[in-house]
């Protein structure tokens, strides 16, 4: 696998370039054409970021164990992968090596026995905690939905700058560790503290901001008590994968995936609103941080482009909301009035909500089901996407094209047979509101 390397001073690579000039410019020398991939420096070569000189994953062998677990590459480095929609189908929670990954920067490759949070700011206590002190404090398990704020980007229209995501930038996952609130207790807040402020060791250069810039976001204060923010250090219940946050991560249920932090070093606590770059420049839509996830379903099954027989169909799906439990989820079938779904299992409350709908094909030929999800909060999908120039929580309206076979008794579609074409004679196939992502591209390995 030729490994594909971010060229030297290159910023942060979603600002404002899509994801093809980045792949092209790792192969391009200086000037002129694409040509072989460009050597990694010294540092790229041991592991080193060239940003900070700090231990990183290898970004070769990273996105040879993604494209090895099946997911959907977008790009290489920094690592970019969504879960494919058929590993999505009949799942309450998402596999460790097949849930989606989102990065920035490089993957830390953080030493656990020397690795420190620390805990400062406005606190009366400061803290500096090492993973053994974590595990001594009473741990919590919460089935928790994340989704990328960017997830469904690629339905867009006109297109926007960043990754272009189908709708696998999402996964459900059990994860473990110590409520936030317990922490911060021991931290002990002062009065003045407006906001927390969580940093991750990621980092590297962005533009507009002078030097390298940690990922860092921030919460405020008076959503601490209801949020159920968890410290987590462990993941389906095994320990945290390095792809996503080992040693410790932010988990905030319902929040965009943004707002959990990974590779967690520190937490200030600040009497401000926090300006960060990713708080500030990016993840915000009309001036204000993207927070709670839009309500959005997903059609796990069938599969997009399937053929089926006429007769018995069973539409499968997920549905989740950031504001409220899910409410309702309705399917519609080849234009037919909306069916209200079974909702399945019996769901986690923070954690995505299976559905099904048991229907009939009668008549064959191109067959669109589309799913529309409502919260208790009465918000719904809309039909369309609501663009903003950054592309974050697009939650259309999920359609998925099939096909259904002719019966045995039904006359076959007649022949051109003026060039030799098998032309049916049918309306036009309608095109999705939204591309499906089962055959979404990979970057070059």
């Not at 204060?221 to 994968?241: C, D, I, K, T």
């Not at 709908?357 to 009668?362: A, C, H, Y």
């Amino acid at each position: 696998m030729t490994r594909t390397v971010r060229p030297a001073g290159a910023p942060a690579y979603y600002l404002g370039r899509p994801a093809s000039w980045w792949m092209a410019a790792a192969h391009r020398g200086p000037a002129g054409p694409p040509g072989p991939a460009v050597a990694g420096t010294a540092n790229q070569a041991s592991g080193l970021s060239v940003t900070t000189g700090g231990p990183v994953v290898d970004p070769g062998e990273a996105c040879q164990l993604a494209v090895a677990a099946g997911l959907v590459v977008h790009r290489a480095d920094p690592l970019n992968a969504e879960t494919p929609q058929a590993a999505l189908s009949g799942t309450t929670a998402v596999p460790s090596d097949r849930f989606y990954v989102r990065n920035h920067f490089a993957i830390p490759n953080l030493d656990p026995a020397t690795w420190r949070l620390q805990v400062g700011g406005l606190a009366g206590r400061p803290l500096s905690l090492t993973l053994a002190d974590l595990r001594s404090m009473p741990a919590q398990t919460a089935v928790v939905t994340l989704e990328c704020a960017g997830n469904g980007r690629s339905a867009l229209d006109p297109a926007v700058p960043g990754e272009q995501w189908g709708l696998g930038a999402a996964g459900t996952a059990a994860w473990t560790g110590v409520p936030l609130t317990d922490v911060l207790a021991a931290a002990a807040p002062a009065p003045g503290a407006q906001e927390v402020v969580f940093r991750g060791a990621d980092c590297g250069q962005v533009e507009g901001r002078d030097g390298p810039v940690h990922f860092e976001r921030s919460l405020p204060v008076r959503y601490l008590g209801s949020a159920g923010a968890l410290l987590a250090y462990v993941m389906n219940g095994q320990r945290l994968p390095r792809f996503h946050g080992y040693p410790l991560r932010l988990i905030v249920p319902g929040w965009y995936g943004v707002a959990s932090v990974k590779w967690l070093i520190g937490i200030d606590l600040v009497g401000r609103p926090f300006d960060g770059h990713f708080q500030a420049d990016r993840y915000r839509i009309d001036g204000q941080p993207v927070t709670l996830q839009a309500a959005r379903s997903v059609i796990t099954e069938p599969l997009p482009e399937a053929a089926l027989e006429p007769g018995e169909v069973v539409v499968r799906g997920l549905a989740w909301s950031g504001a409220a439990l899910i409410a309702r989820v309705k399917v519609s079938i080849a234009d037919q009035p909306w069916q209200e779904a079974t909702l399945t299992g019996q769901g986690d409350p923070h954690g995505w909500q299976p559905w099904e709908l048991r229907s009939r094909l009668e008549r064959s030929g191109c067959v669109v089901i589309r799913a529309r999800a409502t919260d208790l909060a009465g918000r719904t999908q809309p039909d369309r996407p609501q663009w903003n120039p950054l592309g974050y929580a697009a939650n259309p309206v999920h359609e998925v094209q099939i096909s259904v076979r002719s019966s045995p008794g039904e006359q076959r579609p007649r022949m051109d047979t003026t060039n030799g074409a098998a032309a049916e004679r049918s309306s036009p196939r309608r095109r999705p509101l939204i591309r499906h992502w089962a055959g979404s591209r990979r970057t070059p390995a």
